[in-house]
């Protein structure tokens, strides 16, 4: 009897209009109206934003697209020479010109660019992988481990890696298109395992980790499988800001005559010829840095848009 009261009064203690239907604009106030999306198509939208970055990605895609097409559609090859054309400026036949053994810059230019950008991607790439699982294992694992192998890497970052380059160089032999990407991949992973690792030491108390942990995971597992995937995310930023330093290093190692030998071109080994004759045919050392130059400035430019499309803080 007395629930029975209590549930009366409860009822008459609201005033008659204490419930109204909701109006009909107003219905849908709770409504998500933005379409449903992924991660990396936010940050795609994102990116796109940047108006400098989007600007870098189609001139790079220019770039690669010349890199890939440009040989074939000049009509030459970059190793035949011509001595009735030789050092022969821009024209309708020869577009960038010709060099002093009567060879086709255009085509030399661009196929200069295909050993180029190969040692880049490759000389990064691979560095990165390496630190990338070094970075997981000594985080994950810490303790003695950590303590060694950032031991090991303060030490071998204290000397400049260009040293070491040269040094690899002059050991392995130059003139050999792998022999410099294994010398740039055996100095360039360092950089990558110390982000790695502070991006691993910031993840493996997450939930995640715990719960792969508590069900029985392995260690290996975990971090290829559950750490190393959530740091891919900011360490693509630095892949693209070592880009630019690869290239730098081979053309740095081409002009001071440890990189690609000729006959076979790269961007490097065409400025260490064109120096040699710069203030006669200043065209032949131009083009060829203008490609190095704006390559690299394309790269750092997409680096910077993709750090701001993948900072959180950043996000609209």
């Known amino acids: 009897m007395s629930e029975e009261l209590a549930k009366k009064e409860w009822e008459n203690s609201f005033a008659e209009d204490a419930f109204e239907p909701l109006p009909e604009d107003e219905k849908n106030g709770e409504k998500i109206v933005r379409k449903n999306t992924s991660y990396w198509k936010d940050v795609w939208r994102n990116f796109k934003k940047n108006k400098a970055a989007m600007v870098s990605l189609v001139l790079m895609a220019v770039m690669v697209l ?6 074939e559609i000049s009509g030459y090859n970059y190793y035949s020479n011509d001595y009735s054309a030789v050092n022969q400026g821009p024209s309708t036949e020869h577009w960038f010109g ?27 790439l691979i560095p990165e992988a390496i630190g990338m699982i070094v970075g997981g294992i000594s985080g994950y694992i810490g303790g003695k481990v950590d303590m060694i192998i950032m031991r090991i890497i303060d030490v071998l970052m204290g000397i400049p890696s260009l040293i070491y380059m040269i040094l690899l160089m002059v050991v392995l032999g130059s003139g050999n298109i792998w022999t410099l990407i294994i010398a740039m991949s055996i100095t360039g992973w360092m950089g990558s395992a110390r982000s790695t690792r502070g991006l691993v030491l910031q993840l493996k108390s997450r939930e995640f980790v715990t719960a792969s942990e508590t069900l029985g995971a392995s260690p290996a597992w975990i971090i290829t499988r559950r750490l190393i995937p959530n740091t891919l995310g900011i360490r693509v930023v630095g892949i693209t800001m070592s880009l630019p330093s690869a290239i730098f290093y081979e053309a740095f190692l081409s002009y001071i005559g440890l990189g690609v030998t000729p006959p076979t071109p790269s961007w490097g080994q065409l400025i260490k010829a064109a120096g040699e004759v710069f203030r006669y045919y200043p065209y032949q050392f131009i083009i060829p840095c203008l490609c190095v130059a704006v390559t690299m400035l394309c790269f750092n430019l997409i680096g910077d848009g993709l750090r701001d499309a993948l900072d959180p803080k950043l996000r609209s």
């Open 66 to 71: 010349f890199v890939l097409i440009g040989p």
């Open 98 to 124: 010709t060099d002093n053994l009567g060879r086709d810059l255009w085509t030399r230019v661009w196929a200069g660019g295909r050993v180029s950008l190969l040692i880049a991607i490759l000389a990064t």
